[in-house]
């Protein structure tokens, strides 16, 4: 199982709490690579978009930030 496929598996099991499904998203963003990022972030909105879209907004629009600053 890859980590991206793990990480799918936990948000899944986290779902019915907003708290704890926002603490695990986070977490994940922390250990994937970009194009696993990029991947996740579709795929949470496919699958939680109606519930967390604001969680899944607020999650990856902090990695932007910090990649636009690591970049200057």
């Known amino acids: 199982m890859t ?3 793990y990480v799918k598996v936990i948000l899944e ?3 019915f709490d907003a708290k ?14 970009v ?8 795929w949470c909105s496919e699958q939680f978009g109606k519930m967390y879209n604001q969680v899944i907004d607020k999650c ?7 990649k636009v600053a690591i970049a200057n």
Do not use: G, H, P
């Open 13 to 15: 099991k986290v779902s």
């Open 20 to 33: 704890l499904f926002e603490k695990e998203l986070r977490k994940a963003i922390k250990t994937l690579v």
């Open 3 to 5: 980590t991206l496929n």
């Open 35 to 42: 194009e696993e990022i990029k991947e996740l972030r579709a």
């Open 60 to 66: 990856f629009s902090r990695i932007r930030r910090k």
